[in-house]
């Protein structure tokens, strides 16, 4: 077998990245013959085909795959030999898949998006919020943000933050229907979560509240259910670090209800070293430190 040609593994990453030759073909000055070419003589090194091309772009297979987790890999430590060296090309770029809860890409991780461009102009955030599991170890992300900390695997995680949630209504709902009382929340319609959509064990916590709410209103987004509530329709358990920021707000019961969850950083192992990666969750650790006391 030949020897693995970096120059072309580079390519290789850049495709994978772009999903399409053409995005990758115009990030390096390449035409799109080029590409095609090292690619067919990449995977005749390899001895796989490595992607499947089609109208919409390129997928990688599973040989593919497994090329991009030690071509990561080798990246890195060209990366940091190169910044370590004084080099001019340790430049941060490419693209970070987020993965995190609703809530925290939401409010927090999208509203700061702007400085982290600011930045690193080259590297692509992919922000995936939502209440669904995420599997690092099966690649559905670089990096997530999650409300356990993973049992088992090849991941890297820390707690990053606890964070609260408390009972909200509109300031409209509380002028028509008077001070909410502990022993009549069955009495309030209740803006709340689908619960056969809901993946993850941290989110089931109504009952914690009222064992007899009655939710009226269902979605697996929280931000539909903040925006619902805003909009009149009765109570509903949200983030404090979101919802105290919102003037049609008021929050009720506050020494009586009040929940506890926390927030865990997690990335792949084979992936911690990336300088990419480095750069994301740096950022979300910064976010975290700045608004600390909205948690």
Do not use: C
Not at 102 to 111: H, I, K, R, S
């Amino acid at each position: 077998m030949s020897n693995l040609d970096w120059d072309d593994l580079r390519l290789f990453l850049a495709v994978a990245r772009a999903g399409r030759m053409a995005g990758a073909g115009r990030r390096l000055g390449l035409d799109h013959s080029t590409i095609a070419r090292r690619l067919t003589r990449l995977e005749g090194v390899v001895g796989s085909r490595l992607l499947d091309r089609g109208p919409r772009g390129v997928e990688l297979t599973e040989a593919g795959q497994k090329l991009v987790d030690h071509a990561e890999r080798m990246e890195g430590e060209v990366v940091a030999a190169t910044g370590m060296l004084g080099g001019r090309d340790a430049r941060i770029s490419g693209a970070v898949r987020l993965a995190t809860p609703e809530a925290f890409g939401t409010y927090l991780v999208a509203p700061n998006a702007h400085r982290l461009y600011q930045a690193y102009p080259d590297l692509r955030l992919e922000l995936a919020p939502e209440s669904q599991l995420v599997s690092l170890a099966n690649r559905d992300a670089d990096a997530a943000i999650m409300l356990n900390r993973p049992a088992s695997g090849p991941i890297v995680a820390r707690h990053l933050i606890d964070y609260r949630l408390g009972l909200y209504a509109s300031r409209a709902y509380l002028d028509a229907h008077g001070p909410i009382r502990v022993d009549q929340l069955s009495d309030h319609p209740f803006a709340w979560y689908i619960d056969a959509r809901i993946d993850i064990p941290e989110l089931r916590f109504l009952s914690e509240v009222s064992v007899d709410a009655i939710p009226v209103f269902r979605s697996t987004s929280i931000a539909a259910q903040h925006a619902a509530v805003t909009g009149g329709l009765g109570l509903g358990v949200l983030h404090l670090f979101a919802a105290d920021d919102d003037p049609e707000l008021v929050r009720v019961l506050p020494e009586t209800v009040e929940i506890t969850r926390s927030y865990w950083l997690a990335i792949h192992a084979d992936q911690q070293r990336l300088p990419r990666v480095r750069a994301v969750v740096d950022f979300l650790s910064d976010i975290v430190d700045k608004a600390r006391l909205r948690f």
